[in-house]
Each structure stands twice: as structure tokens, then as C-alpha cells.
């Protein structure tokens, strides 16, 4: 991957400041859970009381372990980092360590933070900013396989599943990287680019330049973002289709939503078909050959018999593996996907 | 229409330099054409071969004038404002014009313009730059009717067609706005939101804020952007698609387009009822009632014998008024429209 898009450097260290809760530490227990081979340690304030499992450690520890990047894994309220963390952040910063953040609240407009690193000589690396130099998208077909998560609406699931297929995909010992487009599968994969940040324009390209040529039988799992009838997000999720040109989409949805989010009630949720029939519809405009590899459902508000019932009855009317990454697990999706890709 | 839009101040002075030809006076020449009324003069170089045929004016005639806004109605080579032409510039928003351009290369990044606003108090609009302050979409349905110019592809005529079904909306008395989405478009109307240089996440919220909730009885007549068959751009379309929320869609095309522009060939444009039905359906997600008014297609390649015949050949297959809107004029469009918008 070029220049084009973010890049952190492993170990990281997990700052938790005083997070209040295991809800607000969301990002930090991500990276911890999926990728524990990257995460050495955490360090957090006396007074916090979420512990996401990780060895603590002190800035000395920290120096002595070789961590590379210390990346803030809490979504504070307010979007910012809190005045009372600064401190311990530019006491890392000015120890040498990258900062890594992806709050609305740059890192680099934080005086002592741009102080500290200064000193230091690590970068602040705000994963919500687009790298510069994303060019206009060329729709050029690329080598190399792909599967993009389409959702039904924002927040139903789309990194997870697009995480727990590639892991299953590395499972198998097939090639495959996943490809994070926002900012906690930014820091997850330790690379990407926020693709709801970019200038309009660039949008597709940004999904070009993610998921470049590759191997033939190497598979790019692309996180999704937004959705198709989501009105607030659609551009964001026509142009990530359009630029990833996947081979096979994986529909994302959450069992509960019956209902575009803060719609008001006045934009129902279509049945599955159709929506697998408008985002492949879209998708075969640039790759004819694309195929839905599965519906992947968060169905946590459900019992293990309603959740069997549920998933059967999808799967029948559908004609396709329908899963809950969690609770069954993306084998039958990975199974789809490898048996019928060209 | 709020300060999240970019709004321009008339009477205007269009501005040439020393253009070399007609295609890159293509700006100027075309707000003299829609907004005559606006349009007091035009000030030139000495070298300059082109004549769009505004009375000529000196500084001193433009300050008699009441000249509000000096627009660079050219799009030079490198996309930039030639080092020559800025001491001209400069004098000018010295003498406290407000200047307004539209290109790549940015008129606050140049410092002689800058002082020369400085000092003469006038602002310089760079009318690519979106405004601050632009939501995210909602998606709540608004008052008011909207009709939306869709586009095969890019640079098909989906500005002109905006602009001559306004005016025919205009000549029969109905209450209309013409809605710019782009540069040229926001030099003609004098205000617009540039929607491709919005950030990803704000396309449909930009769309909204361009087209606020307005009388039952009146029409947004929205330019177009994009395609949704572009890959290089069809998340801007999609967005602005939502974002508009149209009540009906009027499809552009060029007759000599065959493929998607700097495709290689490896996109063919579908069959116009494809591009059409494929606009509806997601436009109706959000609005149900949507419905394509007609085709406006640019036929300047063809005699007119065979424009006929074209023309004649679509509407038999499409159901739907087909015309060039300059050689056939945008009344059956609507009529159409009228006749069927709910």
C-alpha cells in the first residue's frame, strides 16, 4: 500500500485515560481482540476502572517493550481528548513514541501534544484525516479478488463481520488482507484510509488506492461504510462499491433495525432481497460477475431457538448462507464465497 | 438560502485576461448568456482575442458601474490564475470589488490578491471551496418540488438543460429556482454549493442545505453532477440524488457518448430505460412518488434529419418527451412535468 493511505507502526501501547466505561473503550478492546499479536500493553490514569486485559504498563515499561505507537482506544464524550490527559499523552509523545487518535478533536491542534512530539520526534497520526494525494478514481478493473460488506444501514455490523471473514479466510491459508475504510478498522489493521472523510470527489478513488492489484487468488476483505439507503451516507457507500469493484458482497444487518436509523420512521428497512438486489445491481454496472456471498445478522437481541428460526427462515427465502458472525460463525459465507467465485 | 451556501453579489464584471480561445472562455461566456441582467461589463488585456461581447470596461467605468463582483470567467491552462493577470486582479480588489473564480489553484493563496483585498475591503471567493458549516444529512422530506438533472455520464449537458428547463419554467410564470451544484453553475445562479469538493460524509447534507424546504407550488430545478454509471464519481451523484430528494429526474445524455468518459472502453453506457430505471429506484427509496420528466440529449453531432428520427425513435421506445434543449427546446419536459408531478 502506498503513501496514499494511513499507516501505524506495531507494538502499540493502549491508552485508556480514566474511561468511564467498557462502552466508551469500544476501539481499544477492538484492537486488543483482534489483534492481540500487535497490542503489548496498556496504560491508563489511577482512576479508571476499565481494564481491557492487556499487561500495564508505565512509560518506562513501555520504552523497554518497543512499543512504536500508543493509540488512544476511547471515544471520549465530546469527541475530544480530555484536558487531564494531555499531560501523560505529551510525556509519551516527548518520549519518542507515535500518538495515534481518531477523534474529531485532532491530536495536532493539542499545543503540548505537537510540543511533545516535537521533542520526541514521533508523529501525531489523527486516523480521521485522509492522507493527501488521493487521486480521482479510473473504475481500471485490478487483479486480485475482492469482497466489500454492504449494509443495510450504518452500525450493524460491517467491521465485524468483514474482520471475522477474514480471519476465517486466514483460517483456511488463503491470501487475504482485510481493508479498513474507518477509523477503528484503521487502527485495528494498523492501516487505511477514513473513507467518509475525503472530498467527494475522491471517494472512489480512495477505495481504489486501498485495495490495489494483487495476486489472483489473494482476497481483499473491505470493510463497508454507510449504506445504500442510508440518504445521509449513500454517496460514501456508492463510491466505496464502485471504487472496491468487488467480486462478492456480504449484506450486513442488525435483526433489530427495522428502520433507517434516525429516519424518523419514515424510511423502512426493504426486505434483504431487495437490498442485495440494489447494491449488486449498482456493483455489476463496473464488474458484471458480482455475486452476494451471504447475509451476515447481528441477531444478539434473540435466544439460541429464535435465532435458528430466524436464520433458517432467511436462509431459505434468500437461497444463501445467512450467518451471525458471533453466534454461528462466517464459515458458511467463506464457503460461498470461495466456491463460487470466478 | 443560509450561509452555508456560497453567494455571489451582482452586478459583475466578467473578467478574460488574455484567454486564447472560445473553449476556455467557456465560463464567462456562459453567465453572459443565462444572467445577462447580472452581467455589466467585461475587462480584458490587450492581447486578448476573445469578445463575449459585454460592453468593455476600464476600473474607473466599473466603479461608475457599481460593479459587486469581478468573476475570472476563464478557465486557464494549469488551473491557475496567470502570474500576468494578477496585478490586474489585484488593482481591482484593491479598488474594493469583490473577485470570484473557480479553479483549482486557489485565489487566498496568492498574496498580491490578498492585500489587495486587504486593502480595498472586498472578499475573494474561491467558489470551489464549500462553505463551513454544511450537516450531515437528514433525509426529512421537505416542501416544495424538485426536478434533478441526471446524467449518463459526465458532460452531457446536464448544466444547460438545468438552466433552459428553469427558464422555461421561468417564461410560464411558475415559481422556480435554478439550484447550482458546481463552479460554472454557481457563477451563473450566484450562489450554489460546489458538491464534489464537500467532504464524503456531508454530499446529501450539502444537497439539503441547497435546497430548503420551499412553497408547495415551487421548483428547485437542481444541476446535476456526475453519473451514477461514473466510477470516478457516482458517490457524489448518489449523494446528491438522496440529498435532493427529487420529485422527478430528467436523464441527460450526449448521443456521440458510448462509453463512460476515460473508460477504455470497458464501460459501455446501458440502454437509456436501464440508466433511468436505475436512477428511480434509488430515488425512490427516499421519495416514492419519483418519476423521470424526459430525456434532454445533446444532438449537435447530427444534421436535422437525423435528430429527428433519434429523437423521434427515443420517445416511441421510452414513453417520455426526448429533445436537445437547444435545438429543440425543453417545453414538452415541461409539460410533462407539470402535467405529472403529484
Redesign the interface.
Do not use: F, K, T, W
Given at each position: 500500500m502506498d503513501l496514499t493511505t494511513i499507516s501505524l507502526e506495531s507494538p502499540y501501547l493502549i491508552y485508556l485515560g480514566d474511561c468511564p466505561d467498557k462502552h466508551h473503550a469500544k476501539t481499544g478492546a477492538g484492537i486488543a481482540h483482534w489483534r492481540p499479536e500487535h497490542c503489548a500493553g496498556q496504560m491508563r490514569l489511577p482512576a479508571c476502572p476499565i481494564d481491557i486485559g492487556l499487561p500495564e504498563m508505565t512509560l518506562q515499561q513501555a520504552k523497554k517493550a518497543g512499543i512504536r505507537t500508543v493509540i488512544v482506544g476511547v471515544a471520549p464524550m465530546g469527541g475530544r481528548i480530555p484536558e487531564h490527559w494531555i499531560p501523560q499523552l505529551a510525556e509519551l509523545a516527548a518520549a519518542g513514541f507515535d500518538i495515534a487518535a481518531g477523534m474529531h478533536g485532532k491530536l495536532v491542534d493539542i499545543p503540548d501534544l505537537v510540543a511533545g512530539a516535537n521533542e520526541g520526534g514521533g508523529r501525531l497520526i489523527d486516523v480521521r484525516v485522509p492522507p493527501a494525494g488521493i487521486p480521482?478514481?479510473?473504475?481500471?478493473?485490478r487483479s486480485g479478488k475482492r469482497v466489500l460488506m454492504v449494509g443495510t444501514d450504518c452500525g450493524v455490523g460491517k467491521k465485524y463481520s468483514a474482520l471475522a471473514l477474514h480471519r476465517e479466510l486466514e483460517r483456511r491459508d488463503i491470501k487475504t488482507t482485510f481493508r479498513a475504510t474507518g477509523q477503528t478498522g484503521i487502527m485495528i489493521a494498523g492501516e487505511g484510509i477514513p473513507?467518509?472523510?475525503?472530498?467527494?470527489?475522491f471517494?472512489?478513488?480512495a477505495a481504489e488506492v486501498l485495495s490495489p492489484d494483487n495476486d489472483a487468488d489473494h482476497w481483499d476483505v473491505i470493510e463497508g461504510q454507510g449504506s445504500?439507503?442510508?440518504?445521509?451516507?449513500?454517496?460514501?457507500?456508492?463510491?466505496?462499491l464502485?471504487?472496491s469493484?468487488p467480486d462478492a458482497i456480504v449484506l450486513c444487518h442488525d435483526a433489530e433495525r427495522l428502520e433507517?436509523d434516525?429516519?424518523?420512521g419514515?424510511?423502512p428497512i426493504?426486505e434483504l432481497d431487495e437490498v442485495i438486489h440494489?447494491a449488486l445491481?449498482?456493483a455489476r454496472?463496473?464488474r458484471s460477475q458480482c455475486f452476494c456471498a451471504g447475509v451476515s445478522v447481528n441477531t444478539s437481541s434473540m435466544n439460541d431457538f429464535d435465532r435458528d428460526i430466524y436464520l433458517s427462515k432467511l436462509q431459505s427465502e434468500l437461497g444463501l448462507p445467512c450467518v451471525d458472525p458471533i453466534a454461528t460463525g462466517m464459515s458458511p459465507i467463506a464457503n460461498f464465497l470461495l466456491k463460487y467465485a470466478l
Open positions: 480521482v478514481g479510473d473504475g481500471r478493473l473513507i467518509d472523510s475525503v472530498v467527494a470527489d471517494i472512489s478513488g445504500l439507503l442510508n440518504p445521509s451516507y449513500s454517496g460514501v457507500s456508492l463510491g466505496l464502485h471504487g469493484q433507517i434516525e429516519s424518523g419514515h424510511l426493504p440494489d445491481q449498482m454496472r463496473l
